[in-house]
């Protein structure tokens, strides 16, 4: 009966989806992401190596950066969180911004460490759950002094569960086929048991993003309130979802780029304005909070330059996007005083 109930399923998936079970879109499946036992469902591989991309991924599950492991080093420590914007899709590791902002700042001789935590598809559950569960076995919350937040996946997954969307939905199932149940990419019997179980594609195309920006606020103000009594002299920077188009200043040059046209009439620019913005303000609004909690609207320096070349595509960075970033970060880390008194700039000769 078992292999019937298989044999009639394989067809009716078959029927509706064009194509066996077997056959799985391997579009989104990286060798560089590994499942988890735990909440986040899965994380970098650690020791991995892509030649192709130039990405290597050090011991500890991170993007490597020019980093130097000493004990003077570490007990300086700025963590970039989030996803594969701090991660850097698409380009080398020596493009990345926190590979940036590590080469910078020790240029400059500061003994900081920076670590890249950033991983594709995050959202900021995840990030944060990253940071706690992985850094801090080889960082004690004490030595870090910066934390960074970039992470927009919420909006995306916001955008396709809707109204089923909740702060704990990854991207494990539907984008990098990681699924609850054994044997789901062979066998049509566990495919629908997974696809009961899991959270279904929303379709409420009303509902209200103040939901979504409630909840992260709620979410991420537990999470620096934790970490703070972890660490009180930890301080947080929260970047804001920063796509390719010019935003808040010369809004005119939009169509002067070359890539507008592609997005304008996409789900990209119709839908997710809005929620960018709703986000934003959040972030902003949390920063305004805390006296250790610093939002940096990055985007107001970027739309006073040439947003061109500093975009690989919607929203991730190219390698002159990642230094430019990097550069404003250390100048506001500087103008507000925010790296340890102790660090000294180098003495030239």
């Known amino acids: 009966m078992l292999s019937i109930g298989e044999l009639v399923l394989q067809v009716a998936y078959?029927?509706?989806n064009n194509r066996w079970v077997w056959d799985t879109d391997q579009t989104f499946q990286f060798e560089y992401i590994i499942p988890t036992e735990d909440s986040r469902r899965y994380t970098l591989r650690p020791f991995f190596y892509d030649k192709v991309q130039n990405m290597p991924i050090n011991q500890w599950g991170e993007r490597i950066t020019p980093q130097n492991e000493s004990p003077e080093y570490q007990r300086n420590s700025i963590v970039c969180i989030g996803d594969s914007v701090p991660f850097g899709f698409g380009v080398s590791h020596w493009e990345t911004y926190p590979f940036f902002l590590a080469n910078i700042l020790q240029?400059?001789?500061?003994?900081?460490?920076?670590?890249?935590?950033?991983?594709?598809?995050?959202?900021?559950?995840?990030?944060?759950?990253?940071?706690?569960?992985?850094?801090?076995?080889?960082?004690p919350p004490e030595n870090i002094k910066i934390i960074i937040l970039q992470a927009a996946n919420d909006i995306s997954l916001w955008s396709y569960y809707r109204e089923n969307w909740n702060e704990d939905v990854t991207w494990a199932d539907v984008r990098f086929n990681l699924h609850k149940f054994p044997l789901v990419d062979r066998s049509a019997i566990f495919n629908y048991i997974n696809q009961v179980f899991s959270p279904q594609r929303g379709r409420d195309m009303e509902i209200d993003p103040q939901i979504l920006s409630t909840r992260l606020y709620t979410l991420i103000t537990a999470e620096i309130e934790e970490i703070h009594r972890l660490s009180p002299e930890t301080?947080?920077?929260?970047?804001?979802?920063?796509?390719?188009?010019?935003?808040?200043?010369?809004?005119?040059?939009?169509?002067?780029l070359s890539r507008f046209e592609r997005y304008s009439s996409d789900f990209y620019m119709v839908f997710t304005n809005n929620l960018n913005q709703v986000f934003n303000e959040m972030?902003?609004?949390?920063?305004?909070?805390?006296?250790?909690?610093?939002?940096?609207?990055?985007?107001?320096?970027m739309d006073r330059t040439d947003r061109e070349e500093f975009f690989k595509d919607y929203i991730h960075l190219s390698g002159k996007g990642a230094q430019f970033q990097a550069e404003e970060i250390i100048d506001f880390l500087l103008k507000n005083?925010?790296?340890?008194?102790?660090?000294?700039?180098?003495?030239?000769?």
Request: charged share 20%.
């Open 283 to 301: 972030l902003k609004s949390i920063s305004d909070q805390y006296d250790y909690v610093y939002f940096i609207d990055i985007r107001k320096s």
């Open 14 to 16: 078959r029927i509706q």
């Open 235 to 256: 301080k947080f920077m929260l970047l804001p979802i920063n796509p390719f188009y010019y935003q808040l200043e010369n809004t005119i040059k939009n169509q002067e």
């Open 107 to 139: 240029s400059r001789g500061f003994p900081i460490y920076v670590i890249n935590s950033g991983v594709p598809s995050y959202n900021v559950r995840q990030s944060f759950e990253k940071l706690k569960r992985e850094v801090f076995l080889h960082v």
């Open 337 to 349: 005083q925010l790296i340890p008194p102790s660090v000294k700039p180098a003495l030239q000769p």
